[in-house]
C-alpha cells in the first residue's frame, strides 16, 4: 500500500543523514497522498541503518493508523496539522539541525542577506511565537502545529517553505518528501551563512528587487534556472 | 571475567572516536558492574586503532587493579568517585569535545535553549567551582570527582547526566557505558549550538513546562518517543 | 569540439565538489579558449554525479550557443562579460562558498590579514557596490559582470583575482579553469580565517611589504615557490 | 642516506594532510639529525599525494642542499634557524592551520584556558613580533626564524613547542618530526577551542598550579600518563 510513498519519505529521511543534519534517531520526514488522504511517516526512534520502506507508518490525516507495525514519528501531529492548512505541500521535514536550530534558540528570524536565501525563501525565514504552558502541556506536538499555521496567516507557505518553531527547531515542507528535504538542507547552508554575516556585520536585507529576481529565476513560469 | 563489560566499554570508547569527540588517544570510557563492584576503563594513552576487549583494565571501586597488564585511565579516580557517589549510574565518559570544552573553559553552564537540550538534560549543564591549588597538587583526580559532587549536592544525576569540570571538560554518565557515551555525543552536539545561538543574542532559557514536556517525552513512565 | 577545453572546465567544476564549496547544482565554472573566442561552460541545473565533459555547452563571447544540448548555467552572462573585460584570464569560477558569502552579505571586503591571503591576493577581496533595481530586473547577469567590471577601473584583475558580488557571492578567474577553481578555493580558505581573527579581534592589515613580499614569493618573475 | 629521517619526516607532512591541516601543498615538516648535521625537509610546491621518502630535500645547517633533486620548502632557513637556536629540537612543522593562523593573524597569544592546552604547552602560546620591512625585504626566511628566536629570549622551547608568527601562521616543534606534527594538530584543537571560549565569554587563564599539574601529568620524570 503506498509503495512508491513510502519510498520517497525513506528516501528524504535517508537525504537528511547524507546532509549531516541529524544523528542518531533524530529528524522526521513524511509525506502525503493527496488522493488517498493517507500520510507515510518514519517511525519513532528507530535508527536509520536499516530502515527499509515497510517501517514507514501510514495514517490518515486525523493520525489513525492505517498501516504500519510500529509507532509513527512523536511529532506525527505537527506534520498533520501542516498538512490540513496547507493544501499545496506533499511533504514534511523536521530536523534540529545546528544553524536553522541555533536561530530558533535565539528566537530571530533567520534575514534574507544573500541570493542563496532568496533562490528558496522569498524573505526572512520566520519565528513562531513562543509556546504558552498550556498549549504544551496538552496536545503538545498538534500546537506546535498551530502556532506555525497562525504563524503563516498572512504568508504563503508555497514561497517560505520553512518555519522555525521558537526554542525548537525548524520544520520545512515541499511538493514531494525529496523536495522537502531539499529544502531543509538549504535552509540548514543559509542558516550557517547568515550567522557568519551576522556576527561580522550589522548586516542589511537584500534589497527586495533582488530577492525576488532571484526567488522568480528558480520558481514560477518565468523561471530559467534549470533545463526545463 | 567481565568479559561483556569489557565489550561494552571498548564499544562506548569507539563511540566516541567515531563522533569526533576525540583525538588520538584523548578521552575515556568506563562501565561498573554493580553486582561485583568491578569497574572495567580504557587503558592509559592507547591508540585507540587496534584496541580490544582484553585491553581494558578492571578495578575495584578503590582504584586496586583485579585484572589487566595495562595502566588504567590516569583520570580513573574521577570515575570511581562518579561510581561511589551516583548508584544509578552505570557508564562514564570523559572527553575534551571542542564545544563543551569551550564553555568548561569559559566557565559558564550551557544554557537550556532549546528542546533537543531538554530532551537529554533537564536544566542547564552546570559548571563546577575551580579547584584550588591544594586541591590540586595532590589526589588530583580524585578531587576532580569531588568537586563534581558537590556540585550535585542538590541536583538528580539521573535527570542531569553531565557536567563541566572548570577549565577543563565534560564528564557524562548513563546507565550503561553506551548511554552515557550518547549523552557525550548529545552535550557535544548541544554545546555546539547554544554557542551559535548565544553569539547571535541574548537566548532566553526554554519555558520550564517546555523543558519539562520534552524531557518527560523521553524519559520516565510517561515517555511516548520510540518504540517502548 | 574544444574537446580539452571541455575536459578542463568538468574537472574545475568538479573539483568545487571535491572541495566542499557547492552542494546539489550549486556553482559554475568555465573556460576560454582565446584563439576561437569561444567559452566552454557548466550546463544550468544538472547534478554534478554523472556530468561529462560532453554536457559543458561551448557559445561565443555574445552568448549564443555553438555547441550542446543543454541550456548553459544561468551565470553565462557574468561570464562572458569577464571574459570581455579581463582579456588575460582563462578561467571564471563562481561559487556560494559559505565564508566568502558570508562577507559578500556583509558587504565587507575581506582584510589582508595575514600571508596565506597575500599569496594570492594583493590587498583586500573587494566587494561591488549593490545593485540598482534596474540593473537587477533587465539583463541581471550581464549587469552583474558589469558592476564587477566598475569595481575593476583602478584594480588589476591578474593580481586580484577574485572579487565579492554584495548579497549574492563571489567570483573568482585565472589563466585557466584549474587556475580559478583554486583561487576559488583558497578564496573560501582565506575568507573562513579571516572570519575568526576578525570576531577575535579588530585585526590590523598585514604590513604592504609583508603582502608584496609573499605575492611576489609565488608571482612574477622572481617567484622562488615551487619547483620552477 | 638518512633513509629513517627522511621517512619521519614524509610522514610528518602525511599526518598534517590526514588532520586537515594543509590544503594543496600547504604546509612543511623537516627532521634534523644531529649526529650528522643534517636537516630532512619537504619540497616546495610538490604535491603531498604521490610524495615518496626520496622527494625530501637533505640539506646541512647552513642550508648546502647536500642531496636530493627537487628544491626545498622555501621556509627552509626559518627551519635551519630553529634547529640552531633551540638544541633539544629534532623536528619542525610549519603550517597555516586555520585556528591557528586566526590567532596568528588576530596577533593575539593563545591564552592556556584549559587543561587541554596546559597538556602540551606550558603558559600562552606567544605571537611574535610584527616583522619590519627590511626584515621582509632580504632573507625573509631566516628572518622570520629570527624574529621567533628573539620572542623565546627568555622562554623554554622544550615547554612550550610552538610559535606564532604574527600576521602569518604557526611554527611547532618536538622531539622528533612526528612529535612536531603532533603538536602541530593538538595546537590547531586549542586554538579552535579558545577561539569558542573567548567569544562566548571574558574567559580566564587556568590558574598557574592547574596548568603546571597537567603538564606535569604529561612531561618530564614525574609523568604518570600514558604505559611507561
Known sequence: MLEELRTQVLEANLELVRAGLVIYTFGNASGISRDDGLVAIKPSGVP??????????????????????????????????????????????????????????????????????????????????????????????????????????????????????????????GTTPADAAHNAVILEYVAEMSYYSTTLADSQELHPAHRDKHFLRKHGKNAYYGQK
Open 48 to 173: 536509520y541503518d536499516g530502515m527499509r520502506p515497510e517501517h514507514m507508518v501510514i495514517t490518515d490525516l486525523n493520525g489513525r493508523i492505517v498501516e504500519g507495525k510500529l509507532r509513527p514519528s512523536s511529532d506525527l501531529d505537527t506534520h498533520l496539522a501542516l498538512y490540513r492548512a496547507f493544501p499545496g505541500i506533499g511533504g514534511v521535514v523536521h530536523t534540529h539541525s545546528r544553524f536553522a536550530t541555533a536561530w530558533a534558540q535565539a528566537r530571530r528570524p533567520i534575514p534574507c542577506l544573500g541570493t542563496t536565501h532568496a533562490d528558496y525563501f522569498r524573505g526572512p525565514v520566520p519565528v513562531t511565537e513562543a509556546m504558552d504552558p498550556a498549549e504544551i502541556e496538552s496536545a503538545y506536538e498538534a500546537n506546535t502545529g498551530a502556532v506555525i499555521v497562525r504563524r503563516f496567516a498572512d504568508a504563503d507557505p508555497m514561497q517560505m517553505p520553512a518555519v522555525l518553531v521558537a526554542g525548537h527547531g525548524p520544520f520545512c515542507w
